[in-house]
Each structure stands twice: as structure tokens, then as C-alpha cells.
């Protein structure tokens, strides 16, 4: 059972469009949210990450949007830029994300943004 | 977060044979998680390990095959055993901290 769904598989976008990315969850004890980026032959890097008490948080041009009744979180990347092509995860967890407590990942976005 | 150094980075080995991977983390962290990921895939948690107690392991994963120790809190291996050509992978080591999960940079196994 995937209990973190997300999409699109893929997405090219234009350098300075939009890049939305879309994940919804199943399990309502999940209370943490974080979106990794993960480039060539690195290891996944947290990128911002948010709890259920706010609706959005931002931090530069990424921006992460949260249903909480629909159970869904989103990634908003503004001004795309060449460097931000990664592939993208979401995750989620439970307790708050306290270090003790797994995460569980999403099958990831292959984002390419054009010059 | 702490700081997580991972090797070795890359190795191609025979089937039949394993590999040992290592994390040294340079602060105490309490739990350790250990993930794959396959070529283009997610990551799939394999084992959280916590110093001084048996790793757990997640289903469709054992210990035979996936021994992890952890001896201190900044160490921790992860063997990969009789590998076969399907164990060629990416495998991560990971810790949480107050400022989100920190991983590895990975060793990216090919079996042949």
C-alpha cells in the first residue's frame, strides 16, 4: 500500500515558469511533511518541509502548500531555474518528525527546466 | 543536523559475495535508518537502527540478508549479503535531527 502518492512522474518546465508537484497522503497520523531534493549521485537533501497547523509556508522561491481535509501537500517552485532540474520526493511522517520516526517517501518528480 | 559521511561511494562486486557499507556521523544521534533505492525509484526503508538494541526491520527485508550493527551513537554499517544481480542499488544511511532527516550521500552498489 503507497501511502504517499505523488505527481507527476515527470515535468519540463520553462525557465522562469511555475513547477507545481502534487502529493496526497492516506494515513491521518502523518504530521510532519518535508520535500527532499535529490540531484545526480547525491543523497537527498531537505528542502523545506511543513506541519498541519499552517495552510503554507514559503522560503524563497519554494513554497509548500497543505490541505489538511483533502490530504494533500503541494511544492511550488517560482522562477524556475536550470539548476533546480532534480528529482523531487515528498515524504511524510509521524510525531512531528521527531528524529526517531521514519519517513516514508513518495515515487519522486523528475523536474528539467529549459534555458 | 549532523553531518553524515558514507562509504564506500560506489562498488561493482561478484554475486555470491558482500559488501559492507559504513556511516559515521560526526554528533550522537539516537536512531539510524538505512534505505534503497533502485535505479530511477524512491527510496524504501530498509531498517532503522537504534544503538545498543537489534535493528527493525521493515517487511520484505531480513536480517540475514541486511545485517546492520551499531556499535556507538555516530557509527553504523549496513551489509549487504550473497548479493545477486537485483541487490544492485543505491543504499542511503539517514538520521533525523531538529532541523529535518540528513542522508548519506550513498553507495551505489552494482552486482555482477
Known amino acids: 500500500q503507497q501511502q504517499v502518492k505523488q505527481s507527476p512522474q515527470s515535468l519540463i518546465v520553462q525557465k522562469g515558469g511555475i513547477s507545481i508537484i502534487n502529493c496526497a497522503y492516506e494515513n491521518t497520523a502523518f504530521d510532519y511533511f518535508p520535500w527532499y531534493q535529490q540531484f545526480p549521485g547525491k543523497g537527498p537533501a531537505l528542502l523545506i518541509a511543513i506541519r498541519p497547523d499552517v495552510s503554507e509556508k514559503k522560503e524563497g522561491r519554494f513554497t509548500i502548500s497543505f490541505n489538511k481535509s483533502a490530504k494533500q501537500f503541494s511544492l511550488h517552485i517560482m522562477d524556475s531555474q536550470p539548476g533546480d532540474s532534480a528529482t523531487y520526493f515528498c515524504?511524510?511522517?509521524?510525531?512531528?518528525?521527531?528524529?526517531?520516526?521514519?519517513?516514508?517517501f513518495g515515487k519522486g518528480t523528475l523536474l528539467t527546466v529549459n534555458p | 543536523s549532523a553531518v553524515i559521511s558514507q562509504k564506500p561511494s560506489r562498488d561493482i562486486c561478484q554475486r555470491g559475495t558482500s559488501l559492507t557499507i559504513q556511516c559515521q556521523v560526526d554528533?550522537?544521534?539516537?536512531?539510524m535508518f538505512w534505505y534503497r533505492q533502485q535505479p530511477g525509484q524512491s527510496l524504501t526503508l530498509i531498517a532503522t537502527?537504534?544503538?545498543?538494541?537489534?535493528?527493525?526491520?521493515e517487511s520484505g527485508f531480513v536480517i540475514d540478508k541486511f545485517p546492520i550493527s551499531r556499535p556507538n551513537l555516530t557509527f553504523s554499517t549496513l551489509t549487504v549479503s550473497n548479493m545477486s544481480p537485483e541487490d544492485s542499488s543505491i543504499y542511503l544511511c539517514?538520521?533525523?535531527?531538529?532541523?529535518?532527516?540528513?542522508f548519506g550521500s550513498g553507495t551505489r552498489l552494482t552486482v555482477v
Open positions: 539517514s538520521h533525523g535531527g531538529a532541523a529535518g532527516y540528513t
Open positions: 554528533s550522537q544521534v539516537t536512531m
Open positions: 515524504a511524510a511522517s509521524t510525531n512531528s518528525g521527531g528524529s526517531n520516526y521514519k519517513l516514508t
Open positions: 537502527a537504534n544503538q545498543g538494541s537489534e535493528a527493525t526491520y
